[in-house]
């Protein structure tokens, strides 16, 4: 079962719903065009999550253009923090 993806319309006001700019908003998914290039088209940056089959055939795709490429979400605090 799965959910249906957010419009770039909904991702763009994501800076509306508070205190953060888009650009210092991390998307997380693991399908490029259902993730990464929307978020990416409204401004946020992006991870590209290597989870389930689509993250680990996208992963090392060098067209695929997120911010970061990471194996699990702990592994966010650090990249954001630092970037």
Known sequence: MG?????????????????RRCGEIVYVGDHPANDVEPARAAGLRTALLRR??????????????????IDGLTELAALVTTD
């Open 3 to 19: 959910c249906r993806q957010a419009g770039t319309g909904v991702l763009r006001s994501a800076d509306r719903l508070g205190t």
């Open 52 to 69: 389930g089959p689509w993250g680990y055939l996208w992963s090392d795709d060098r067209e695929v253009r997120a911010d970061w490429r």
